[in-house]
């Protein structure tokens, strides 16, 4: 029972952490510019596979560094190349272009593995090892060393995220778009430029999910929906563009499918963040801590 | 008002009736006659039957004078629909659809080769209704689903469990299917379109990944395995291609006639400016709904003839590719056009082939062949089309093509 | 005169493009050169006729077609071992057949069944092109059961003859059986089925046990089990779990030995969470864990068993393990897994080693077993062949359903010149067919007419009476530490154990009466030699 308990609660903190990188990333761009970005699984996925293609050759340090600012460009690129212009014409047109994105970079993905001579699947080792082993016991459950690690930077990079955003001047910028982006325009804000960097941290905040949970985690292909749907889930409990929604979004859910997993059935516990979405969307489609957006 | 209306047709247009019902008669005839000498005696049969039973072509085309002569009598009285239809068969559009509408009828004559047929383009004719379907939702109203899969992949699984578990037959399975497609469509579009924002896109999206984890659990839901051995509309494929072939042509004029009709006007102004519709007086969410409905429909309609055709359904039925395809069919033929659907469908099925061809040749160098993954080229077609060609290459392909005619005919 | 010009040019441009269309409707469908072609220019193995460098008459190629996952390494097993024997019999002087000499050609499609996101069109286009596009007269190939169950329906009704070289579903063979007419084109090497396969587990396991307790005084008791949750492991876990109490009376005569454990993961959504599952097993106090995995989440399976310092020894059935990079791909946390395979370099039959020099000559990697069943497939249609002298499916047919001969013969041979070792039925170099007809099986075909009514056309290869599976041990090579090496753990016949017992296990444990077997001594001869987990 202890050791049961132990479990949801180290597996799922972890997996909190991790889906919360992900979300805020996801919630602010939403938040910020109300764009509905698809794509935000495949930056997950296209920052595991650099560094799953570099670790090999270049060391671990080089290829996180070159993941993370690859994944902040293709970020960027993909604002300046495809959505910015498409903004103008229609919202319909810029979830379809992240859409095409998204199914893209998945394809992306499998063209390099076959190229590079990857396996298109994989596991890559883990980052932490001390004294011969990567992982250490307490109270009968097994965690991996890469787990702190991925509980320490998690936080401390939302925190660095949310400081940024509330003390920079690039931070009041996107707050004071998000409130009222005409009248911030009209201040002389240039939003398309803070757009573009909020996509960017966005996308650097995925970035920074997929180098520190691939380690331990596998990686393949298809996980960018995988990705993608989740964190739906996320952000629709904590609330659509909701920063502290998403970060607590992030820990009930992967608490809620733990304790489905470890108490009930592993192969319900994949269906919980489905759930949530479908009775969010039904009873409280604008989240726990959402503004209310309904007619 | 009963007596009125049948005075009405005994007077002006019984005689057209008759004769309509007297072809519908004999093309029944040709067909229960091609069920059962098979298609290779397709002409031949046609032949024999009309030398056989009518002296040869003349009785076709007494018929036909006698037909011709009742539409020139009756002309004015013939319910303006069909007198719409003519002359819009007049127009350069009207004829280029007659003429591909044609070519896609003739097809079998010309090759009776089981893969050209059944894998190529009755694959393409059903991913045509697909395809327009979709684009009846997001063309006409500007709602985007997602998760058309859950619609396709949902009647798909009913249809075949109908067939196979139940032992219907194919017609009622069918519309059984999308019947239940009609459902969850309820399920999903009630929560998710009185809201604004994106939860329509975010909503179907989450549905089907939910209905394909539900469909993909080993125990459940026919397992892991799926439904298999699901009999095809004919053992014949000229038959199967005539069905899906009819369904298609009725399938998409429906859905056109709704587009042109006042429910479609409604439908546009929703798209194009939901809150003036909203303050003109319609109740916007119901019309989404029922554009929605519709939508699922015929996406329920596509989802079981392609279950019949595969003979199988598995849960990847509900993944994002099946989501994805009609958005690249669509996005290459033109939003908002029900027939550019056709015209994306078919471009996707022959640019497989051709990939594949390509990939087939020996002398590629190696790892080239990575780089003609269909997925992959269509992707990028498909940012490149939204990213520069909004309205899709259609429109602007036929808008050359009908300047050409015009300068032809010397307008 | 401008407006003219314009129209001339516009009736130009119409006509150029009708023409196009009507040009472009004939050379794709109607004409000569829409019909696929298998073309062959060079004598290298990968070409479509491997081993002759020449262009051969349509009409003289016998054509077999591979449907299997071709980014898999089942497909591309399946593919080489085809290539392997087309090659050997192609280079030897081809298939005579009356007067005409004709050779064997490969040709693949990919069914991507491998794709945890299974797509069933996928297989079922790939079947529909490759039997009415490329007009293979022979299938052979497929893996999993999901994606097979579709497109064997298709291969079916286009009645060829489809050797399935990867799937372990008793469905397959018990159609044949149910349903004769409809399924008689259908046969399957190994493996058998899930119920072989769980008795080739028992089997690796009561050796292991034995072998613990007589040689290292350490009683095995508890049982875990991990396994993919799909239809045919959960079938497989049946086998195992039924099986249980006989092993344990059997053993320690009592109930000591139990299934603690058992684990079965969605492998839809993607892996979840590994280090929970193996926390759970650690804690169940597991001496042993016995994974039942086919897809890649094998991978992941051995990353966390190593990441994790599991005591237990993993022993089991997981492919990703049958490859030799597994230990590069798991950076060397797969030590001590043992895993199942059906080959490895030693005699298993006198032809074994000649096949596996060969493959790894020619594709410098280990066959696994899709690559010998695809090598025996095409060598047993090849005799057969030879044997009526037809090509007519039918024939064939008849020709692998005769199992008359017994013995080797060194006067039969194979068209690779080897002689074969026909056991029941023809054989080729490592196959042998069994036939089983009612429920009982034929140890001694003794009538040629015995069984052709009824057979299940599962096909054996190896040594009578069942091929047995090899179970080789991942362990440290200091030699090579990046890539580590395989140890073949060796595996006798249990004494007590008889083969009937484990043919008994054949026909499902629904059905199925233990045997008596409290009068049998116990052996002392157990040649499991395996390295135990040090943590």
Known sequence: ?295 | MQIRFLNRIKENSLFVICVSVFYLVELTYILTLLYYFGYTSLILSTILYFTLFYFGFLYLAFNFTILWAAIKRNFKLIPSAIRRLMAWLGTFKGGLTLFCMLIIAIIPLLTQNAYYLGSMFIVAMIYTIYAASWDFLAGYTGQVSFGQAAFFGFAGYVTADRILIQNWPWLPSLFFGALIAVLISLIIGIPTLRLKGPYLALGTLSFASILYLLFAMPTILYGSTGLFGVPRLSENVIIEYYIVFIFVIISLTIMKAIGNSKLGTVFKSIRDDETGAEASGIHTTRYKILAFVISAFFAGIAGGFFTMRNTAVSAQIFGTTYSFYPLVMVAIGGIATISGAGVGAFFFIFLIEILRGVADFQWLPAGAADFLDDALIFSVLLILVIRFAGAGVLKSAIERLKNLWDILLGR | MKKSMQRILAIVLVAVIGVGIGAGAYFFLISEAAEYKWDNTTDDIMDTVPGIDEEVPQNRIIKFGVLDDMGYITGKGAENGARLAAYEINTRGGVNIGNETYYVGIETEDTEEANPALDLSRGVAAAERMIYYKKAQFILGGFRTEALQAYREIVMDAKKIFFITGSATAKFCQDVYNDYNKYKYTFRIQPLNEVFLAGEVIRMLAATIVDQKENHDKNITKIAIMREDLAWTARMSGSINGLMPFFSAFIYGDNRLQVVEEIAYPQTAGPVNFYGYWADIKASGADVTIPIISGPTGLYYSDVYGDTNQPSLSLGINVMGQQNIFWEQTGGNCEYEIAMTSFIRHAKTPFTIPFWDHYVGNFSTAPIYTATGAYDAVQAVVTSIIDGQSLATDDVLAELEKSEWQGIDPNWTTPTGIPRMPKYGMGSPTATISFWTDGTYHRDVDSATAGIQHTRHDVVEGSEPLGHAVFVQWVYDSANPTLGKWECVPLGPIPGISDDYMLGTYFGLGSWEPPMYTDQPWGQVITANITWPVR
């Open chain 1, 1 to 295: 029972m202890l050791t049961d308990i132990m479990q949801v609660l180290v597996l799922g903190s972890v997996e909190g952490a991790v889906y919360m990188l992900i979300a805020v990333g996801y919630s602010l761009v939403y938040g910020t510019g109300g764009i509905m970005n698809l794509a935000h699984g495949a930056f997950y996925l296209i920052a595991g596979y650099m560094l799953y293609w570099y670790l090999g050759t270049l060391g671990l340090f080089t290829s996180v560094v070159l993941a993370l600012i690859i994944v902040t460009l293709i970020g960027g690129i993909s604002y300046l190349a495809l959505i910015k212009p498409l903004e103008k014409k229609s919202q319909l047109s810029v979830v379809m272009v992240t859409f095409a994105i998204a199914f893209f970079i998945e394809q992306i993905v499998k063209l390099g593995c076959s190229i590079l001579g990857f396996e298109k699947e994989s596991t890559l080792p883990n980052l932490i090892e001390i004294k011969g082993t990567v992982s250490f016991e307490l109270f009968g459950t097994i965690i991996p060393y890469d787990y702190v690690f991925i509980l320490i930077i998690s936080f401390l990079i939302v925190s660095l995220i949310t400081l940024f955003i509330s003390k920079s001047k690039l931070g009041t910028s996107i707050r004071a778009i998000s409130q009222d982006r005409e009248a911030a325009t009209l201040m002389g804000i240039n939003a398309d430029r803070v757009l573009m960097f909020t996509v960017m941290i966005s996308a650097f905040l995925a970035g920074v999910a997929a180098v520190i949970y691939v380690p331990s985690y596998p990686i393949a292909p298809w996980q960018g929906w995988v990705i993608l749907t989740n964190s739906f889930a996320v952000v629709i409990l904590g609330g659509m563009g909701s920063l502290p929604g998403s970060v607590l979004g992030a820990f009930i859910l992967s608490y809620a499918s733990h304790f489905t997993r470890v108490f009930i059935d592993p192969a319900i516990s994949t269906l919980v963040p489905m759930f949530v979405i479908v009775v969010m969307l039904a009873l409280r489609p604008q989240g726990i801590l959402g503004k209310k957006e309904i007619d």
